[in-house]
């Protein structure tokens, strides 16, 4: 009986991880005797990749069997049987439906924190300026009461009467500073209310990304249904999606793994697991539970 993968898509806005469904397989087609070899057979053009880079990425998938493993089980070759085809359906459409909308989410997120940081380098500024012009305004206070304690020894007659003209041009001078606060005052308050409205946008712009990202989540749930994304029977590799080039690579390296025979470890960390969830999908290495399904139905000579 066949068993199919089965991959639900995952996507994630820095909260959480993709969960991906291995396909099972059937019999496999090769023997350990010779290393298996294949072929790449069809790609759907809405993909965008090109034939290079899949014979590259299969390589490299191919590669994770050799390096823990020191044995060569798949070489390439245009004319050989096993071939691997890239399929896409309709599911592929709603995965790429919600990644743009992924995209578009991320960059109004990016763009919310750009501005968030510059209300906090302008409330900076402000509170910097806040205390400037509140220590300009104790100066000025104290300089203030020293010219009136002045202005009554002049009055009292303990003073010539030639400090008038010192006391006349301090007064000018003290005026001239107030008016200079008052002015910094003005633009102090202005700068105010302009970082209060910037706050109140942004405080809406965070409203709505919050409204987003919960229909973002609603929507995977609900439009979502679990579909074929890998397949190996017989003398194929059927792919019907991936989310990265890493992601293609490690699917196809499992599918490598039936086209050996192999079946499903319990290890949620090892390839041959049927969920791409836990594994170092960056650098991944076969795990003591590949190894150990790999040893139970390859003995060397």
């Given at each position: 009986?066949?068993?199919?993968?089965?991959?639900?898509?995952?996507?994630?806005?820095?909260?959480?991880?993709q969960t991906t469904v291995f396909a099972q397989s059937n019999l496999p087609i090769g023997s350990f005797n010779q290393p298996l070899k294949y072929r790449i057979a069809f790609i759907d053009p809405r993909f965008q990749l090109t034939k290079e880079q899949l014979v590259k990425v299969s390589q490299q998938a191919a590669e994770i069997w050799q390096k823990e493993t020191g044995k060569t089980y798949f070489i390439y070759d245009s004319q050989a049987q096993l071939s691997i085809n890239l399929i896409y359906d309709d599911h592929q459409l709603v995965k790429d439906e919600q990644q743009n909308n992924l995209d578009a989410l991320l960059q109004k997120q990016e763009a919310w924190r750009i501005k968030n940081e510059e209300i906090v380098s302008n409330k900076q500024e402000v509170a910097q300026l806040s205390t400037d012009l509140n220590k300009n305004k104790a100066n000025l206070k104290a300089e203030f009461e020293q010219y009136q304690q002045e202005v009554t020894r002049f009055?009292?007659?303990?003073?010539?009467?030639?400090?008038?003209?010192?006391?006349?041009?301090?007064?000018?001078?003290?005026?001239?500073?107030?008016?200079?606060?008052?002015?910094?005052?003005?633009?102090?308050?202005?700068?105010?209310?302009?970082?209060?409205?910037?706050?109140?946008?942004?405080?809406?712009?965070?409203?709505?990304?919050?409204?987003?990202?919960?229909?973002?989540?609603?929507?995977?749930?609900?439009?979502?249904?679990?579909?074929?994304?890998?397949?190996?029977?017989?003398?194929?590799?059927?792919?019907?999606?991936?989310?990265?080039?890493?992601?293609?690579?490690?699917?196809?390296?499992?599918?490598?793994?039936?086209?050996?025979?192999?079946?499903?470890?319990?290890?949620?960390?090892?390839?041959?697991?049927?969920?791409?969830?836990?594994?170092?999908?960056?650098?991944?290495?076969?795990?003591?539970?590949?190894?150990?399904?790999?040893?139970?139905?390859?003995?060397?000579?």
């Amino acid at each position: 009986m066949k068993k199919f993968l089965w991959w639900g898509l995952s996507l994630c806005l820095c909260i959480g991880f993709q969960t991906t469904v291995f396909a099972q397989s059937n019999l496999p087609i090769g023997s350990f005797n010779q290393p298996l070899k294949y072929r790449i057979a069809f790609i759907d053009p809405r993909f965008q990749l090109t034939k290079e880079q899949l014979v590259k990425v299969s390589q490299q998938a191919a590669e994770i069997w050799q390096k823990e493993t020191g044995k060569t089980y798949f070489i390439y070759d245009s004319q050989a049987q096993l071939s691997i085809n890239l399929i896409y359906d309709d599911h592929q459409l709603v995965k790429d439906e919600q990644q743009n909308n992924l995209d578009a989410l991320l960059q109004k997120q990016e763009a919310w924190r750009i501005k968030n940081e510059e209300i906090v380098s302008n409330k900076q500024e402000v509170a910097q300026l806040s205390t400037d012009l509140n220590k300009n305004k104790a100066n000025l206070k104290a300089e203030f009461e020293q010219y009136q304690q002045e202005v009554t020894r002049f009055n009292q007659g303990e003073q010539q009467y030639s400090s008038a003209n010192n006391l006349k041009e301090w007064q000018k001078q003290l005026e001239q500073k107030s008016e200079n606060l008052q002015n910094e005052s003005n633009s102090l308050n202005i700068k105010i209310q302009s970082i209060n409205l910037k706050i109140k946008e942004l405080n809406r712009e965070q409203s709505d990304l919050s409204a987003l990202k919960t229909q973002f989540k609603l929507e995977q749930k609900t439009s979502i249904q679990p579909f074929h994304k890998g397949l190996f029977s017989q003398n194929q590799i059927q792919i019907y999606g991936y989310a990265s080039l890493n992601d293609l690579r490690l699917t196809l390296a499992h599918e490598f793994g039936h086209a050996l025979g192999l079946k499903h470890t319990t290890d949620p960390k090892s390839l041959m697991y049927p969920r791409l969830k836990e594994q170092d999908i960056h650098n991944f290495k076969l795990t003591d539970s590949d190894l150990d399904l790999l040893g139970s139905i390859y003995r060397p000579n």
